[in-house]
């Protein structure tokens, strides 16, 4: 009788001990970043050595792929290209981010080699980010377009992007702009984002690999309940979706910082634009995108805390994508 209370109390004492630790790991995170905002201005390490943007050249698509299953992408131009940079903010609580001139001259010399019209945006306040994305969506150069990309740098929080004024933009509005009911012109065709921000104050750490654990029952029935419930085929949603042929890759996961070098720019920006001149001529954007989220995986900052960062895409795409890059012109 006198054990069942022992056990209970040492359980809750190891409950309170786990929430302490939990607890003072937020805390210091948080220290941490208390500016988050300025813990991005002098990163010197992180970087690529040597980074050159140049498109690999092959002819075509690799061979065997079922033309049903991979979207097209042979129009000239590819499609249009919008970029918005903010490098210098009006409101004090922001500061500068230096390197971000590196980051969109290495986004227009990939954006030419792939074929794309570039549209590029400097320093714009909140409210001209939103218009500047409205006029993108009317520009009628997208009906004969195959594809269309967007990039965005600037200073962000979770599901914010701030304009040079302080003030911020909402990325589900922002990127909602393109969708079938906003954009008719690019109605099945691929809308993609690359949205290099933070996404909130926490530090990535990292972490050591440790013991494997598998799914639990408990999470297993509930999948299968929650599939047996649902009437709705994935071909059926995505023929009522007018948000579908999206792809939205943000710098960092959500909540956390993304590490940006002041000589080279920042590590997502550089990882895509090192992944995609080598490999965009073979191979599809998400075998591309993971191999993304790789590279800036193995990237490491502040030798004494080994800071990470993990990219995070979402995407409704229904088929492969390729870019097919043009042959470049002959000098």
């Not at 992180?46 to 033309?67: I, Q, T, W, Y």
């Not at 150069?141 to 933009?169: N, P, W």
């Amino acid at each position: 009788m006198s054990g069942r209370p022992v056990r209970k109390t040492a359980e809750k004492g190891r409950r309170q001990m786990d929430r302490g630790r939990a607890a003072q790991q937020r805390s210091r995170s948080r220290s941490r970043s208390a500016s988050f905002y300025t813990s991005v201005r002098h990163l010197q390490d992180g970087c690529f050595e040597n980074l050159v943007v140049k498109l690999r050249s092959a002819v075509g698509m690799p061979p065997n792929l079922d033309s049903r299953k991979v979207y097209s992408n042979s129009s000239s131009p590819r499609g249009l290209a919008l970029i918005i940079a903010n490098d210098k903010f009006t409101n004090r609580r922001l500061p500068a981010r230096p390197g971000s001139d590196v980051d969109v001259k290495n986004i227009k010399k990939l954006l030419a080699g792939l074929g794309y019209d570039i549209f590029a945006n400097r320093n714009e306040t909140a409210e001209q980010m939103m218009t500047t994305i409205k006029k993108f969506s009317k520009f009628k150069d997208h009906e004969k377009a195959h594809s269309t990309m967007i990039f965005v740098l600037s200073h962000g929080r979770y599901d914010e992007i701030m304009g040079s004024d302080g003030q911020s933009v909402n990325v589900h509005d922002f990127v909602g702009q393109l969708n079938a009911d906003n954009c008719r012109f690019l109605i099945g065709k691929p809308k993609l984002f690359f949205l290099n921000c933070c996404r909130g104050a926490l530090h990535d750490l990292g972490t050591s690999p440790g013991p494997s654990t598998s799914t639990s029952k408990k999470e297993t029935a509930l999948r299968r309940r929650s599939k047996s419930r649902s009437k709705v085929t994935t071909e059926e949603f995505f023929h009522q979706s007018i948000n579908v042929d999206f792809m939205v890759a943000h710098s960092s996961f959500p909540h956390y910082i993304s590490w940006r070098c002041t000589a080279n720019g920042s590590w997502f920006i550089q990882a895509i634009c090192k992944v995609f001149s080598e490999k965009a001529a073979q191979t599809d954007l998400l075998t591309m995108m993971t191999e993304v989220n790789a590279l800036v995986q193995r990237l490491e900052c502040h030798e004494d805390k080994r800071e990470k960062q993990a990219p995070e895409t979402r995407f409704s795409l229904t088929k492969s994508f390729f870019f097919n890059p043009p042959e470049p012109a002959a000098t």
